[in-house]
């Protein structure tokens, strides 16, 4: 019998007690609801509602029934409608008329919000961890790679020379902010909503921020409408996973494009990669493309949880039951995709000389002889101009910028002299580079001395 029917003549349908249950889902919180419940229970005791020896019963009770359901030997029955319903039936079952009491000047409404702030707690920490050492495993990448040079790109066009190393500490940074993003998940996750009841708070002389002490959870939610009925925790969360998933996408996409044969960068370990049913000569990347493919998951579950918040007046609504669905694909999936993606850098080698030879002379060196001619006072929009034309010139001749004549290069412009050939070299072009944060060989460098500092613990 649902722990809500005291005034109803029928049990409800069958049919409409299988389509409420979410024990399926929300089960997965059975440590979060018990370690609610026992905090709960010591705080009815610390203001004399229930008896210290009722206290004892309830939470000794309530502990081995945690065991139990982690051992897997107590099982979930899906008539009991939720994990919360669930537990205090069968903590009754097991103690009797003291079981009843656990409930006093508590709402499944508050139950069920703070056993999310408290998964959130302890799945931003994983997040956290993961992101963190998927960071490790980019600067171990860089670190190997410091001198290692390839075209950079804009529009997937070749734009410019950089290090490898320089490319990787971007996806560095950009998970750096990621792991901020859940930091400031984690401080507005840290407050109990329990005590707020069902929606105004309790008649009954209890002490939210004890409980909240017990919990270890810095403070309490101050509005009672708002403790049960606000869920931007699990919508922040989700999105801060939706943007993890597309920076995560987007180092998956340049994998695979990496490892195809007319990149030939990116050599991925036999364990991370798989073949064809049909063509044996494949070696597909499949690592990467779940990865990227997987991103989609988080997204619809961001689209899914802003649908069902959109337009429900405060304070609960049994459509806030479908939060725990979405936040729990999100954070799953998001675990899975760090742990997997840094293992899958771990398994990659990168050709080292790539593109050693064949970036010298190439016309992604323009803005070198563009900076050359700025240097001989020549406006930089003039300088622009002039070196279109040279670009313009070794395509219509199929040949490279150091490759055209001095004699050519004087008819575009009398500015240029032959110090201009020693430029057109990749090595050259990165190494000159001198602005803070650049691809040259010193700025990577105390990149490297910086994260390898911040990611040490």
């Known amino acids: 019998m649902p722990t809500w029917n005291s005034r109803f003549k029928k049990n409800l349908d069958e049919r409409a007690l299988r389509f409420s249950s979410s024990i399926e889902i929300d089960g997965k919180l059975f440590n979060e609801d018990i370690d609610g419940s026992v905090a709960h229970a010591k705080m009815l005791v610390k203001q004399k509602i229930i008896s210290s020896a009722e206290g004892k019963k309830i939470t000794s009770a309530l502990e081995r029934i945690k065991k139990e359901i982690a051992a897997g030997k107590l099982k979930y029955d899906w008539h009991k409608e939720d994990i919360h319903s669930f537990i205090e039936e069968e903590l009754t079952n097991r103690i009797g008329e003291t079981g009843k009491k656990l409930h006093t000047a508590r709402s499944r409404n508050d139950q069920v919000a703070l056993d999310e702030r408290l998964y959130l707690k302890k799945e931003i920490k994983v997040l956290i961890r993961l992101s963190k050492n998927l960071q490790k495993q980019l600067l171990r990448k860089a670190e190997e790679h410091k001198e290692t040079i390839i075209p950079g790109y804009t529009h997937m066009q070749r734009a410019q020379p950089v290090l490898f190393a320089h490319h990787l500490l971007a996806y560095i940074s950009m998970l750096e902010r990621d792991v901020e993003r859940l930091q400031d998940c984690f401080k507005r996750s840290d407050k109990s909503p329990l005590g707020a009841a069902a929606l105004s708070g309790s008649t009954l002389p209890i002490d939210r921020f004890f409980t909240a002490n017990v919990l270890g959870m810095n403070g309490i939610v101050l509005n ?16 801060a996973c939706s943007i993890i998933m597309m920076n995560l996408s987007r180092l998956s996409e340049e994998l695979v494009l990496w490892s195809s044969r007319e990149f030939s960068f990116a050599h991925f370990d036999d364990s991370f990669a798989t073949g064809s049913s049909l063509m044996p000569q494949k070696k597909n990347p499949d690592i990467a493309e779940l990865v990227r493919g997987k991103t989609g998951r988080v997204y619809g579950a961001l689209v899914g949880i802003l649908t069902v918040m959109k337009s429900l007046p405060l304070a609960y609504n049994r459509d806030m039951q479908e939060d725990k669905f979405h936040i729990i694909e999100a954070v799953e999936t998001t675990k899975q995709c760090l742990e997997i993606t840094a293992d899958l850098l771990k398994h990659t080698d990168f050709e080292r000389n790539r593109f050693v030879n064949e970036l010298d002379g190439d016309i992604l060196l323009s803005t070198e002889l563009v900076d050359y001619l700025v240097r001989k006072k020549i406006p930089f929009r003039e300088a622009h101009r002039l070196v279109g034309k040279v670009v313009v010139l070794a395509l219509s001749r199929s040949k490279k910028l150091n490759e055209i004549t001095l004699r050519d290069y004087k008819k575009i412009s009398e500015a240029f002299e032959k ?11 990165i190494k000159n580079k001198k602005s803070a944060g650049s691809t040259s060989p010193s700025e990577i460098l105390r990149q490297l001395k910086f994260w390898k500092k911040n990611l040490r613990n």
Do not use: M
């Not at 009672?224 to 999105?239: G, K, N, P, Q």
């Open 224 to 239: 009672s409408l708002d403790a049960v009925s606000s869920r931007d925790l699990i919508i922040e969360t989700i999105s």
């Open 419 to 429: 110090d201009l050939f020693p430029l057109l070299k990749a090595e050259k072009s």
